[in-house]
């Protein structure tokens, strides 16, 4: 049950937003964290703040029409959510996918700026999309529909404003023909208005990697907690993209095995260990599928269209595709088969009902707007090299990321700590992220 005091702002949240359960879903699992810390400091609850905090300051929608190979005009619909600029500019990704809606975008920017709050960096959260689907499309196609996208975007964009990023369905080719409309648009060379960029036009070593190294120092530091290593750990990274391929990388340089992988057409189990070499070829470059892989990597990779590769028996699961996919039955079949640790690499994967069984059966749960912060964490360091026209090393960027994402880990532990839950990662997170981002609209005043 929620706090009486935060029920009405919960009972408003669903009459102002209706439909939108993922955005409800998101609300919800902070407000749930929150009752602890209003009793103890009273005047968060004052002046409408958390209200203020679960409404957008801005929500853009707009036409995008673009043009196929064929000469066809089609008519997708782009958003941008700009969610809270109380820390900095706007900063969150923007994704590609049929699936994509008001409400998808809602919650994934709510998420983002409890996110960018725990980096403990001066960046806001928004997030932004359409539902074009970019699978099948030629690379001129994908060009004329970012182009389009940015022709109504830009004028929200500036590296002082909003600074969007990629997310699913946006990779470095996308954020090339954006960064190029909006140069064009603008005629302003304003690198730190994109991140994601590629290296030879202001783009930032580790970015590509750094949200699945990421979530893996975060998880390596929570395993810590309990004198534990990845070391000789079978782990499964549920995705194929740039998050779970590099989820898999850092695990096994940390010493475990990670046996399963999956995209949209089903998993693949390859209990010798994922051959990551095979795998990039596979997905990076021939952009194929998890199949492919199997049929590649012969004799002990099996290949499974139906069924969940959460039954697959491991000692870590880290949840790297997207919202909603692993849920209480598969958090049950882990639990029961040996499971010892979760990770989310992707925004919020898990089901309510799948975090309170792990959260109820004590294992360690380090929850997405935590575990996944290095992508947007390496973005702000991208913006601040291209702020101070610098270049990093790899070695360098990347010892960055991993005190940020300890810092992280010992802030949202310090928090549970402190209101009385230690290690619910889930209550630390929201409440170290809320705090950050709530003494930060209260020195701003009503804005």
Not at 24 to 46: C, F, M, N, T, W
Request: charged fraction near 25%; aromatic fraction near 8%; proline fraction near 4%.
């Amino acid at each position: 049950m929620l706090d009486e005091k935060l029920q009405p702002i919960f009972t408003d949240v669903l009459r102002r937003n209706p439909g939108e359960e993922e955005f409800h879903q998101a609300v919800r699992e902070v407000l749930d964290s929150l009752g602890a810390v209003i009793a103890k400091h009273p005047h968060y609850a004052e002046d409408a703040l958390i209200e203020r905090i679960c409404e957008p300051e801005r929500q853009i929608i707009f036409r995008v029409p673009w043009t196929d190979d064929k000469g066809k005009i089609h008519i997708n619909r782009g958003f941008r959510v700009q969610f809270n600029s109380a820390l900095g500019p706007f900063k969150g990704g923007i994704r590609f996918h049929p699936t994509v809606y008001l409400g998808t975008i809602k919650f994934l920017g709510f998420e983002q700026t409890f996110k960018n709050a725990l980096t403990g960096m001066p960046i806001g959260g928004g997030k932004g999309g359409s539902d074009f689907d970019p699978k099948g499309r030629s690379d001129r196609e994908i060009m004329r529909f970012c182009q389009s996208f940015v022709t109504e975007l830009y004028r929200h964009l500036g590296e002082y404003t909003d600074v969007p990023a990629g997310d699913i369905g946006v990779g470095q080719r996308e954020i090339g023909y954006m960064f190029g409309h909006y140069k064009r648009i603008t005629n302003r060379y304003e690198s730190g208005v994109f991140t994601g960029k590629g290296m030879t036009w202001g783009g930032s070593q580790v970015r590509t990697e750094a949200t699945g190294y990421g979530a893996t120092y975060f998880v390596e530091r929570m395993l810590r907690t309990r004198k534990q290593s990845f070391d000789g750990k079978k782990v499964i990274v549920s995705g194929a993209g740039n998050v779970a391929i590099y989820t898999i990388e850092k695990v096994t340089e940390l010493g475990g095995r990670v046996i399963a992988c999956s995209d949209s057409g089903g998993y693949v189990v390859d209990e010798a260990g994922i051959d990551l070499a095979l795998l990039k070829e596979i997905k990076e470059t021939k952009r194929g599928r998890v199949s492919d892989y199997a049929k590649a990597r012969g004799r002990g990779a099996t290949f499974l269209p139906e069924g969940r590769i959460w039954d697959v028996p491991a000692d870590v699961a880290m949840p790297s595709a997207t919202q909603n996919e692993l849920n209480g039955q598969d958090a049950r079949t882990l639990l029961k088969n040996g499971l010892i640790a979760v990770g989310e690499g992707a925004n919020m994967p898990s089901t309510p009902e799948a975090v309170r069984a792990f959260l109820d059966a004590g294992i360690l749960f380090a929850p997405g707007k935590a575990a996944n912060a290095g992508g947007v964490a390496t973005s702000a360091l991208e913006m601040q090299q291209n702020a101070s026209r610098d270049s990093w090393t790899f070695e360098a960027t990347e010892k960055r990321l991993e005190t940020i994402m300890h810092n992280i880990h010992d802030r949202c532990a310090e928090m549970a700590d402190t209101y009385g839950a230690p290690g619910n990662y889930v209550l630390g997170a929201n409440v170290a992220g809320f705090i950050r981002v709530a003494e930060a609209m209260r020195a701003l005043g009503i804005v």
